[in-house]
């Protein structure tokens, strides 16, 4: 992809596996949805990807979802960051999480993430990472921030977020659900990854959310508002010639966006004709041998019971359904 236009946007939705423990919204088996901007180091991109995790949830009817930023730096000013964390760390380590002591050498900002109560608390007045950012990692956060609030956006910063994985550099995020504490979206910046893996320095960013949490989450706030799709239009014919008629433009119609059902089972006219309200078409056209061989046809609105002629031909049946 190196030799593509600059920046790169991608995105993916697929299974993901992991060894924990199965609990409310956190499965071994899951589904992912993801969104990569690569190539571009500018807080632009940051602000970009975080506006479309927004828009997302919005679009969806999920207004109690929170925004928390903050900043991890670069390894340049990391570096001496983690020295005081693990001097303010390594006084109480004998009492944090087996994983948190684990932790302590490799990576010591991922011990602030860690969800046990008792670490939390041994957590409270830990050093910031804000505090230690150098001069070029201040300002794009300060630059984040700024863009965010122009576009009215509300976040709050948490300095808790380091994210899970090590690769994360300058701005991270989540999404929050403000009734559980879960979180929906997380993501960052991972300027680094591209070249740990082999390529050269890339900038990117980018988040991942949770599809089985989001449609749980989903289906609870919009309980009773949901209403099924309903056909545009039902086709009925009976017979060959009038099938492969109906097929036809059917096929037109759908090439132009149109929600269209027909017959598929052989029923008979009346069965069809009970089956189109059933599914609630709002619009039914009928063609029998007589419409094949003039080319004209009823179609009636199923709400009003009107009805009109129409050719048929698509673009003339797709007039009478706008």
């Known amino acids: 992809m190196s030799s593509l236009p600059s920046p790169i946007k991608l995105w993916y939705n697929m299974a993901m596996y992991r060894y924990e423990n199965v609990q409310k919204g956190r499965l071994r088996e899951f589904h992912q949805i993801g969104l990569e901007l690569i190539g571009s180091d500018s807080y632009s991109a940051d602000v970009e990807t975080i506006l479309i995790g927004k828009r997302i949830f919005e679009t969806l009817g999920m207004k109690e979802i929170k925004v928390n930023l903050n900043s991890i730096g670069c390894p340049k000013c990391r570096g001496e960051y983690q020295k005081v964390l693990k001097e303010f760390i390594g006084k109480n380590l004998n009492d944090y999480c087996d994983t948190c002591k684990a932790r302590f050498e490799k990576n010591p900002m991922r011990i602030l993430d860690c969800k046990e109560k008792r670490c939390k608390e041994l957590n409270e007045g830990a050093p910031k990472m804000l505090d230690y950012l150098c001069d070029e990692c201040k300002i794009h956060f300060e630059n984040v921030k700024e863009a965010l609030k122009l576009q009215g956006v509300q976040f709050y910063i948490d300095s808790s977020i380091v994210r899970g994985l090590d690769y994360y550099t300058k701005t991270v995020f989540e999404f929050i659900d403000d009734k559980t504490g879960l979180t929906v979206l997380g993501g960052g910046r991972y300027d680094a990854l591209v070249e740990e893996l082999g390529g050269v320095r ?26 099924q799709k309903t056909p545009d239009i039902y086709i009925l014919s009976v017979g060959e010639k009038e099938n492969y008629k109906a097929l036809q433009i059917a096929e037109e119609l759908r090439d132009k966006n149109v929600y269209v059902e027909r017959d598929i089972l052989g029923r008979s006219f009346k069965a069809q004709l009970k089956y189109a309200d059933k ?33 048929l031909q698509s673009n003339d049946i797709l007039e009478k359904i706008l």
């Open 279 to 311: 599914i609630k078409a709002k619009k039914l056209l009928v063609i029998g041998e007589e419409e094949v061989a003039s080319g004209i046809a009823k179609i009636k609105n199923m709400e009003t019971g009107e009805e009109a002629q129409v050719k």
């Open 202 to 227: 890339t900038p990117a960013v980018g988040f991942a959310m949770g599809v089985e949490r989001l449609m749980e989450m989903f289906e609870e706030v919009n309980s009773g508002k949901l209403a």
